[in-house]
């Protein structure tokens, strides 16, 4: 399934016709797969493995997919959510950088936050 898929109009609308229930809210997908995709950061000193490194850069570009969508794509809803989740991550980025366990880390965590800054202003 592809990170487009995971956030809808459906999911947006489910949440909204939940009237503040109970509910698995897009906000809170966001973050636990925010928190999967870069649990490395919460490591004094990161080593993030090649897979790893590129799942974290397909997750990059998906972000700015959502802040940044061609057409009629966009979800207004979400957006706010999407921007706020890719700032908080560029900050732990950020921070996680000067601390990686070897050069490679180090490189793609430089390289990512470039990315995301560049993804934030664009939108």
Do not use: C, F
């Not at 966009?74 to 957006?79: I, K, S, T």
């Amino acid at each position: 399934m592809g990170t487009a898929a995971l956030i809808d109009h459906h999911s947006v609308e489910y949440e909204a016709a939940s009237g503040g229930a109970s509910t698995y809210t897009v906000a809170d997908l966001l973050e636990d797969l925010r928190g999967g995709i870069w649990s490395e950061l919460m490591d004094s000193r990161p080593r993030i493995d090649p897979h790893r490194r590129n799942l974290q850069r397909v997750y990059a570009g998906a972000m700015d997919r959502y802040l940044n969508p061609e057409g009629d794509r966009a979800l207004p809803n979400a957006r706010p959510i999407v921007r706020a989740q890719l700032a908080e991550l560029g900050r732990e980025v950020r921070s996680a950088a000067g601390g990686a366990g070897d050069d490679m880390t180090r490189l793609h965590l430089q390289d990512l936050d470039a990315v995301i800054q560049g993804i934030l202003k664009t939108d």
